[in-house]
């Protein structure tokens, strides 16, 4: 959907993103991460032409991104920030519509779809289509960031750092949500985060860059358990890189079969993390889970032993 061909940019004597090589595939949520200032954000501007590539070559759906009008182009593309970027004299169903209405959607179509995402981002019409952007908590109007972001039915989402403003409980059910959209929508997105737990949460493929340069790609877990040097190492969170695959690894993928020993009477989620796992096991004092399936029905059973072994490929005892 998306590939970059040794792109180069500079800004004056400061090269910001140095010959990178990257492919998005359709359907994928792509994080990039790194530490501040290592091209990351420029990295996903230069995808809707924000800002100008110097070197190599952008394709969108296997066209050079410079055969499009640049206006046209961002207008295809899903834009999504930190700060909103809502226009403040503007309704929140006028700032959904925006992008529509530039594209010369009919009146009622475009009703229509800001009606339709404004209920599937938890916005009821009849309370929020009339407010204005400073009478919305960070949260809501982050929903409405992401609203219009999606408003002409974009394959391409591009997130800078969307949520980074907001505090840990909001923060954390906004991700929740994007997750939920994504599994619907399957929209094709690049998502820029300094923050590790939120990229591991979300993304399918994580990139880690480093003073302009990509020094790994690959999934959240291949990463974790082999980080190609001591910088992604340290950035994936260092001895806590454990904990952190427990965090995204889900009981169902670590649970044994039934066993004909007697039932742990503390039950657990197979689709929790192995985190949430821990968690139970801690508060029941229990070194050993029944597993549930979504009617609460035993389906296997999971050990402290096989949670601690999760970290080694392949393994763990009993």
């Known amino acids: 959907m998306i590939e970059l061909k040794s792109v180069t940019k500079r800004f004056g004597s400061e090269t910001a993103v140095d010959a990178i ?75 959904i519509g925006l992008v529509p209405r530039l594209l010369k959607w009919p009146a009622a179509r475009v009703a229509e779809r800001v009606e339709e995402l404004m209920l599937l981002l938890g916005l009821p019409v009849e309370q929020f289509a009339a407010k204005y952007p400073a009478q919305l908590s960070g949260g809501q109007a982050q929903r409405v960031g992401v609203a219009r972001a999606l408003a002409a039915d974009p394959d391409i989402l591009l997130m800078d750092e969307p949520f980074g403003a907001l505090d840990p409980i909001t923060r954390e059910g906004l991700q929740a949500e994007l997750r939920d959209l994504q599994a619907r929508l399957q929209k094709t997105i690049v998502f820029v985060t300094h923050d590790m737990d939120e990229a591991l949460a979300l993304a ?15 999934g959240p877990l291949e990463l974790l358990r082999a980080p190609a040097d001591d910088f992604v190492a340290s950035l994936l969170g260092g001895d806590d890189r454990g904990l952190k695959a427990a965090a995204i690894t889900r009981v169902g993928e670590r649970m044994l079969p039934l066993a004909t020993r007697p039932m742990p009477p503390a039950r657990v989620s197979r689709e929790a993390t192995l985190h949430q796992a821990l968690a139970v096991m801690f508060r029941e004092h229990a070194e050993r889970l029944a597993v549930v399936d979504g009617d609460d029905q035993p389906v296997g059973e999971i050990s402290l032993r096989r949670i601690v072994g999760a970290g080694r490929e392949g393994g763990g005892e009993p």
């Not at 410079?66 to 700060?83: M, N």
């Not at 809502?86 to 169903?93: D, K, Q």
């Open 21 to 95: 090589s990257l492919t998005v595939e359709r359907g994928e949520l792509c994080a990039l991460v790194g530490t501040s200032g290592c091209g990351k954000s420029t990295t996903l501007r230069m995808i809707n032409r924000l800002i100008e590539h110097d070197g190599g070559e952008i394709h969108i759906e296997g066209r050079p991104i410079r055969e499009f009008d640049g206006r046209l182009l961002r207008r295809r593309i899903g834009y999504a920030i930190q700060s909103t970027g809502l226009f403040p004299h503007w309704t929140v169903a006028r700032n």
């Open 204 to 218: 399918d493929r994580l990139v880690v860059m480093n003073a302009g340069r990509i020094v790994q790609q690959g």
